[in-house]
């Protein structure tokens, strides 16, 4: 049974910083893309970032470009999300999800996490 599980998350004063990893088991990330995806209240599911499972490219969205990074550990089965400077817009349920594709298209992931909640305010 697949499973991927996000930690992490929590309340952060903006400006500050988090560092958000999704750990799969019955998986081996190794041969996956990943992809970290967010939704805030009343809002759709949107890209954040993705990693390519062979070369390790990594792409991100316009309004998290330079702040965030994606990286994984291969030996963990782990991939992580650095947040900073994040600020008050960046408040969400995280979560991470892989697919066989290189894609930014919810639709083209198969499996999921819970999320994490991230909180940024002062």
């Known amino acids: 049974q697949v499973q991927l599980v996000e930690s992490g998350g929590g309340l952060v004063q903006p400006g500050g910083s988090l560092r958000l990893s999704c750990a799969a088991s019955?998986?081996?990330?190794?041969?996956?893309?990943v992809g970290w995806f967010r939704q805030a209240p009343g809002k759709e599911r949107e890209f954040v970032a993705r990693?390519?499972?062979?070369?390790?490219?990594?792409d991100y969205a316009n309004s998290v470009k330079g702040r965030f990074t994606v990286s994984r550990d291969n030996a963990k089965n782990t991939v992580y999300l650095q947040m900073n400077n994040l600020k008050p817009e960046d408040t969400a349920v995280y979560y991470c999800?892989?697919?066989?594709?290189?894609?930014?298209?919810?639709?083209?992931?198969?499996?999921w996490g819970q999320g994490t909640q991230v909180t940024v305010s002062s």
């Open positions: 019955g998986l081996t990330f190794s041969n996956c893309n």
């Open positions: 999800a892989a697919s066989s594709m290189f894609t930014w298209t919810t639709s083209r992931y198969d499996y």
């Open positions: 990693i390519h499972w062979a070369s390790s490219t990594t």
